[in-house]
């Protein structure tokens, strides 16, 4: 079964989480609303792109990527000295300020 979600749904998605297993963990912390925004539409060009459709799932959402609050954090994350360097092993999505990496 396949239900059709909006930016508000996948968003509310975020807020509304909790952990695995009972787990007090909650997940609405590790995006920015604007990350939110932004992998909503990524993940909504790439239904578009490849014609599959992709089930919302929080947690490995928040497992594969990472949003950084400066270009600096990132590049020191990866060690890199530049953003097409880590553009080379990975999707980089930019968002004002900050930068959502997908973890390699």
Known sequence: MITTITEHDFINAFVISRGVSGCPLSYKNNFSYEGLQELFAYYE????????????????????????????????????????????????LKVKNHYLVRNF
Do not use: F
Request: proline share 0%.
């Open 45 to 92: 060009q790439l239904e578009n792109d490849t014609g599959e459709q992709i089930e919302l799932d929080v947690v490995a959402i928040c497992c594969e990527w990472t949003e950084y609050e400066s270009k600096q954090e990132m590049l020191e994350t990866y060690g890199m000295e530049n953003r097409e360097e880590i553009e080379n092993n990975t999707t980089v």
